[in-house]
């Protein structure tokens, strides 16, 4: 069992993961960190459609979250990568639908993916509190 000064590591068992060696999410202290999500490959109906892959993503982030018993209101941090600044109206639509009145601080950058069917990832991070890495 982790202590409340050694982080709890969840996930990472997954193919992207596993070659990078990361862990999908990461309690340290008061806080939960979820790495870079991206939407899933084998979701053909999202592909191009940067909406959709911004709430599949976010909901995969967010699901991250359960081990440690977050969810959406936890979230206080947000970050989301775009391949394509002309796609951030959608992208912050999805984001204002998924996280509604709970408004966690968010940043919006534009990278490059090296696979050109990715438009979006996301990032999170959310409060544990004092439940620390125990939980």
Known sequence: MSGPTEPRRVGGDGGWERTVGAATAVAAGPLVLVGGTLPPAAGAAALGDPYEQTRSALADAVAALEPFGLGVADV?????????????????????EVFGEVRPVCTVLVVGFPDSRVLVQVELEAFLGARGGDS
């Open 76 to 96: 206080v941090r947000t970050r989301l990568y775009l391949a394509h600044g002309r796609d951030a109206e959608d992208a912050t639509r999805a984001h204002r």
